[in-house]
T-cell receptor, first 110, second 116 residues
Framework: DAMVIQNPRYQVTQFGKPVTLSCSQT?????MYWYQQKSSQAPKLLFH???????NEADTPDNFQSRRPNTSFCFLDIRSPGLGDAAMYLCATSRGRGQFFGPGTRLTVL | AQKVTQAQTEISVVEKEDVTLDCVYETRDTTYYLFWYKQPPSGELVFLIRRNSFDEQNEISGRYSWNFQKSTSSFNFTITASQVVDSAVYFC?????????????FGKGTKLTVNP
């Protein structure tokens, strides 16, 4: 029944050590999103894929990259995590009827 | 530009009380969608409702109800007979109509605490 799956649920990395978060979906939605949510704040959109078209938000740091090898999977790469990148990372998908979110990956940077 | 305002940062009620969470939005689009999401302590954003701009009918789902008024640009959410399990952060959000990216603009959220 799982629709939007994120792995891992908890990720610990070291300052400056690259990390990849993954998202997969069984909904066959054409749009996938990555959000960053820091404590007590609203989710902040980092980027989204409309089919294969990548759309970066203007204020998303270059440190964040994304890949979508096929419809079902999308990855978030953080090239050199800093302490300020510790947050919940949420993946979402949509196809004309609103966005559906995964459970999130909580990233800790030591 | 689109904007969503949730003026209530935190609300605390006692179980069985009714509670209304306010949401006011701004948009220049004539066609748009409004949403409410629930975020329990576990962190997942749970979809509650989606309402398009042409449908001003109020909606009721169990103890939840939503009041959409275009005249005041508001989309308020009421929980009747609140329960401890309703404790969460609730986000109101706005998106453009389907066909585009459907990017969501979130309000800052309202933290609801329901005390036994």
């Amino acid at each position: 029944d799982a629709m939007v799956i994120q792995n891992p649920r908890y990720q610990v990395t070291q300052f400056g050590k690259p990390v990849t978060l993954s998202c997969s979906q069984t909904l066959n939605h054409n749009v996938m999103y990555w959000y960053q949510q820091k404590s007590s704040q609203a989710p902040k959109l980092l980027f989204h894929y409309y089919d294969k078209d990548f759309n970066n938000e203007a204020d998303t740091p270059d440190n964040f990259q994304s890949r979508r090898p096929n419809t079902s999977f999308c990855f978030l790469d953080i090239r050199s995590p800093g302490l300020g990148d510790a947050a919940m990372y949420l993946c979402a998908t949509s196809r004309g009827r609103g966005q559906f979110f995964g459970p999130g990956t909580r990233l800790t940077v030591l | 530009a689109q904007k969503v305002t949730q003026a209530q940062t935190e609300i605390s009620v006692v179980e069985k009380e009714d509670v209304t969470l306010d949401c006011v939005y701004e948009t220049r689009d004539t066609t748009y969608y409004l949403f409410w999401y629930k975020q329990p302590p576990s962190g997942e954003l749970v979809f509650l409702i989606r309402r398009n701009s042409f449908d001003e009918q109020n909606e009721i789902s169990g103890r939840y109800s939503w009041n959409f008024q275009k005249s005041t640009s508001s989309f308020n959410f009421t929980i009747t007979a609140s329960q401890v399990v309703d404790s969460a952060v609730y986000f109101c959000a706005l998106s453009e109509a389907p066909g585009g990216s459907e990017k969501l603009v979130f309000g800052k959220g309202t933290k609801l605490t329901v005390n036994p």
